[in-house]
């Protein structure tokens, strides 16, 4: 039973767009929900993070948009540059439980130059 | 900037043998997890640690993992006898305090094959 789900397995746009990662969820106790970006050979490393009591959630160029009633978030990334290539994985944890993370599948951005 | 650290990156070893893996996590984190991240999917964690001890191991395979964390600071993670299908990227974190809410930071991992 996959709690979190990243159905698009890859993305590819070009250098100054939008990315738009999407990510959704199954289980409603899901209060806390996470993005980390991993290179190849490298463990994840944390971008950005949304609380439930929050719809949006902005740091740079990268913005986590919540809809709790879909259980759906998106990572937006404006302006995509070729570093931002990489796989990204979307992550939720029940804060009354143990911290423990559920991560997705992951979807691989590749940015274009 | 603190980090996890693991050793060692890269781990080639034949079924049957017995392999372990190190972690130390960022100083002053109470708690650490190993994941294991299998080609194509997300981390899975295996076992999650508060100090020295067991939170979860619900989905360690007890039969050939073993997890240790003796005094609450670094851990290391044994498979013996190791199965081709242990062949993965075993990862560790650690947070400041375990609880719901926080950001677990990871270390480089470990790719493990078996052959």
């Known amino acids: 039973d996959q709690q979190v789900k990243q159905n698009s397995p890859s993305l590819s746009v070009q250098e100054g767009r939008i990315s738009i990662l999407n990510c959704d969820y199954t289980?409603?106790?899901?209060?806390?929900f996470l993005w980390y970006k991993k290179y190849p050979a490298e463990g994840p490393t944390f971008l950005i993070s949304i609380s439930s009591i929050k719809d949006k959630n902005e740091d740079g160029r990268f913005t986590v948009f919540l809809n709790k009633s879909a259980k759906h978030l998106s990572l937006h990334i404006v302006p995509s540059q070729p570093g931002d290539s990489a796989v990204y994985f979307c992550?939720?944890?029940?804060?009354?439980?143990?911290?423990?993370?559920?991560f997705g599948q992951g979807t691989t951005l590749q940015v274009k130059p | 900037e603190a980090e996890v650290a693991q050793s060692p990156r890269y781990k080639i070893t034949e079924k049957s043998q017995a392999v372990a893996f190190w972690c130390d996590p960022i100083?002053?984190?109470?708690?650490l997890y190993w994941y294991r991240q299998i080609l194509g999917q997300g981390p899975e964690l295996l076992v999650q640690f508060q100090d020295e001890s067991v939170v979860d191991d619900s989905q360690l395979p007890k039969d050939r993992f073993s997890a240790e964390r003796l005094k609450g600071v670094d851990s290391t993670l044994k498979i013996q006898p190791a199965e081709l299908g242990d062949s993965a990227m075993y990862l560790c974190?650690?947070?400041?305090?375990?609880?719901?809410?926080?950001?677990?930071?990871f270390g480089p991992g470990t790719r493990l094959l078996v052959l």
């Open positions: 974190a650690s947070s400041p305090t375990g609880t719901g809410g926080e950001t677990q930071y």
């Open positions: 992550a939720a944890s029940d804060r009354s439980n143990t911290g423990k993370l559920i």
């Open positions: 289980n409603s106790m899901f209060d806390y």
């Open positions: 100083s002053g984190h109470a708690t």
